[in-house]
């Protein structure tokens, strides 16, 4: 029999599912952080949405602080193309976090990219392939993608090229003539930015482990 602070646990667990699938219903998404600009997560210039909450919590998952499932920032696809204008930009780059929890919110935020304008989307999920064929809803954004990685990220597996991928188990599914997987090996495999109030972001994907003399 559970005790008294384990089922408060579990119904706090559930309360913030169900309020996380309101918000996903109401077309906002709960974003951890935005980066306007970067050319490590993918090809070109792209600018870098990360979704808050994951369920899978990989062992060495480059992005941690994305795995909860606290409100973090509320926005609507509108507010965060407002926030972040798309000048110099090429496409988006949807990671996490598991971008796919928040399904509606993605959706429209894939179609908003591509309809209105026109920037390319490439999107980065825990999940395989396989997983999301299971769910429709899952189904309907890969209308609007350009470019799918899936699979979790497995350490034994780092991905030890310039290819952006954080492990040899995930895999490029492409929805269009845009890419190729040719396109996604990188001038490097992290890129730290520093932003206008000086402060200092990393990105990009498991570090190579090279060591400078």
């Known amino acids: 029999m559970a005790g008294k602070s384990q089922v408060c646990k579990i119904a706090r667990l559930q309360s913030l599912f169900y309020r996380d699938c309101k918000m996903s219903n109401e077309g906002l998404i709960n974003i951890h952080s935005v980066i306007p600009f970067s050319k ?98 899952y189904l309907s954004c890969l209308s609007f993608i350009d470019a799918l990685v899936d699979g979790r990220y497995e350490e034994s597996k780092k991905e030890k090229t310039l290819l952006a991928r954080g492990s040899t188990n995930q895999r490029f599914y492409f929805f269009s003539s845009r890419y190729t997987e040719a396109d996604f090996y990188m001038a490097g495999k992290i890129e730290f930015i520093i932003g206008k109030n000086g402060i200092v972001t990393k990105t990009g994907f498991s570090n190579i482990g090279i060591r400078i003399n």
């Not at 090809?43 to 949405?49: D, E, H, K, L, S």
């Not at 899978?56 to 920032?73: I, M």
């Not at 780059?93 to 935020?109: A, I, N, R």
Request: charge should be negative; hydrophobic fraction near 30%; charged fraction near 20%.
């Open 40 to 137: 490590i997560n993918g090809p070109g210039n792209r600018m870098v949405i990360f979704f808050q909450g994951c369920n899978k919590r990989c062992p060495g998952c480059f992005n941690p602080n994305t795995h909860h499932f606290e409100t973090v920032n509320l926005y609507s696809p509108e507010a965060i193309f407002k926030k972040h204008p798309v000048n110099g930009i090429d496409g988006i780059t949807v990671s996490g976090g598991e971008p796919f929890l928040q399904h509606d919110g993605l959706l429209k935020l894939l179609k908003a990219a591509k309809e209105m304008y026109g920037l390319s989307t490439i999107v980065y999920t825990g999940l395989t392939y396989n997983e999301l064929e299971e769910r429709p809803d």
